[in-house]
């Protein structure tokens, strides 16, 4: 601060700070520069032991129309990096609309290539219609699904999707209270392929917080959907954000040194087991289950459940 005051950036001191952070104060060129720079040395695979993906690299890019996905898409883009847009429409009333059209605007403004799945066109149903209780779970589901199968059938070499520091330290948070081994072995940044049919899947932002995204948005002025998915429950992920959002106000700093400490302390939990994936009987992607995989059952779960019904003998008196 400086006798009139007004608050200077923390990195330059020249200019005046007008994106305050909970630890630091830059203005608006230096973020930036530290925002790209974070993402860049994400991408690099700074202490990740390898690197996300190249200049050469064809990346599918997943994009929900949500601040994150679109903070993502137009970063790589800032940087250089050749990108094709996925978004999958879920046909949840007016929220879908608005998120397609967030997509469609941004592609079409700057000229990036864009792969639209319209779950009720392609599969004949909408999320609703297929996820009986848990339409999160469902939607998960889906999204793993979708986002893989076009990125294997397109011949992309990496799927990138949006999540965040804060997406990261709130499933850390939920694997370790559940003590879920297999799940904290897994957890990283990278996900290599484990299956000719299985794409690499990389998190670019996993360094960034959701805090760092909502000002670069606002300064890039991007467009987002800002309204809450209708079917969000949640409850669970979204008491575990506001409990890490109440501890890094009293610690700043705290969600990154939780993560990032996680990241070079994993091999505590031990190495992730190989376990072979199988092959669908009916869409041939990879499963964990025989027979049919998690899509494909969920695709036929009403019509089984009819079929079931009909099965049903009466009792013999
Ligand atoms: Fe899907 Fe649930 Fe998110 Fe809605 S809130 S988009 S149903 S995961
Ligand atoms: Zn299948």
Request: hydrophobic share 35%.
């Amino acid at each position: 601060m400086n006798i009139t005051g007004m608050k200077f950036c923390e990195r330059c001191r020249k200019k005046e700070a007008d994106v305050v952070l909970s630890t630091v104060r830059f203005c608006e060129p230096c973020f930036i520069e530290y925002f790209e720079r974070q993402v860049q040395r994400a991408i690099d695979g700074e202490k990740l032991g390898a690197e996300m993906f190249s200049r050469d690299s064809r990346i599918l890019m997943a994009v929900s129309g949500g601040k994150d996905s679109m903070t993502l898409w137009n970063v790589l883009n800032d940087l250089g990096y050749e990108t094709c847009g996925l978004h999958i429409d879920l046909n949840i009333d007016e929220y879908s609309e608005v998120s397609r059209r967030v997509v469609e605007n941004f592609a079409a403004s700057k000229s990036l290539d864009l792969i639209v799945v319209d779950l009720r066109k392609e599969y004949g149903k909408s999320l609703m219609e297929l996820a009986m209780r848990d339409a999160c779970s469902a939607c998960g589901l889906v999204k793993r699904y979708l986002m893989n199968k076009v990125a294997y059938e397109k011949g992309f070499s990496v799927l990138a999707t949006g999540h965040t520091l804060d997406d990261e330290c709130v499933t850390l948070l939920g694997n370790l209270t559940r003590w879920n081994l297999e799940f904290l072995q897994r957890q990283y940044p990278i996900l290599e392929s484990t299956h000719p049919k299985l794409v690499r899947k990389v998190k670019p932002l996993f360094r960034i917080s959701d805090e760092e995204t909502a000002a670069y948005a606002r300064i890039k002025r991007l467009e987002f959907v800002r309204e809450k998915c209708p079917l969000a429950s949640g409850a669970t992920s979204l008491s575990y954000k506001k409990v890490l959002n109440e501890l890094e106000q009293r610690h700043p700093s705290l969600k990154k040194a939780f993560y990032l400490g996680f990241l070079k302390n994993k091999s505590l939990f031990g190495k992730e087991e190989n376990f072979e994936l199988k092959t669908c009987e009916s869409c041939g992607m990879p499963t964990a289950n025989v027979g049919l995989c998690a899509f494909c059952k969920l695709l036929e779960r009403p019509k089984r459940r009819h079929d079931e019904k009909s099965k049903v003998k009466p009792l013999s008196i």
